[in-house]
Nanobody, 123 residues
């Protein structure tokens, strides 16, 4: 089992950058595939990015490709989401998720979730 805590959200102007971090508890973090999802009011939770347990496979939603970068540090039990060139439509609560059954782009594939961190991009 793993517990996840996100940080790094905030208010930023369009075109700016933020770096989200997700800290995981437990000694088996390196065995988990990790994902970032987001949800804005009135919308379903959507996939943003994912990274395999080894860091060798990366996946991005088309809407963030080229602007966001996911990375992980298994020695520090952390996964990060670097967000550049932010747009107002990136405004959402961002969630970190983990699972051991394979990296994926569907929220239902992930068993463990953080509490979320708010990202607001002003125009």
């Amino acid at each position: 089992q793993v517990q996840l805590v996100e940080s790094g959200g905030g208010l930023v102007q369009a075109g700016g950058s933020l770096r989200l971090s997700c800290a995981a508890s437990g000694r088996t973090f390196s065995r988990y595939d990790m994902g970032w999802f987001r949800q804005s009011p009135g919308k379903e939770r959507e996939f943003v990015a994912a990274i395999s347990w080894s860091g060798g496979s990366l996946y991005y939603a088309d809407s963030v490709k080229g602007r966001f970068t996911i990375s992980r540090d298994n020695a520090k039990n952390t996964v990060a989401l670097q967000m550049n060139s932010l747009k107002p439509e990136d405004t959402a609560v961002y969630y970190c998720a983990a699972d051991r059954l394979g990296v994926g782009v569907r929220s239902g594939q992930y068993a463990y979730w953080g509490q979320g961190t708010q990202v607001t991009v002003s125009s």
